[in-house]
């Protein structure tokens, strides 16, 4: 799946059943739905799965936490939007 039918999914009333943790817990945060985001990916411990679940604590407000997930992703926190962020992710996942 690319970013446009990763984008055009989202009016989907649920997330595609082929897509990884990571693009499901990003369809689940671009659908309102942060706690279920967060559930999908929370025990993951792949470099992508570290990545959204620091995007998720960046977007809930938790830098402390966000920052020890980005270092678990190998990222730093960005300087830009979460929409920003969130849009970068997904095109970085769906490469």
Known sequence: MN???FHASLKQPTP???LSDALT???LDANKQ???AHEVIRDNT???SAWVHAYLHHVEGVLWNADYW???AK???P???TQEEWQQIVQALTA
Do not use: I, M, V
Request: glycine content about 4%.
């Open 75 to 77: 990222k730093k926190r």
């Open 25 to 27: 817990a990003l369809w």
């Open 70 to 72: 980005y270092g678990r």
């Open 79 to 81: 300087n830009c939007s």
């Open 34 to 36: 942060w706690e279920e």
């Open 46 to 48: 792949d470099q992508s």
């Open 16 to 18: 595609p059943a082929d």
């Open 3 to 5: 970013f446009k039918e």
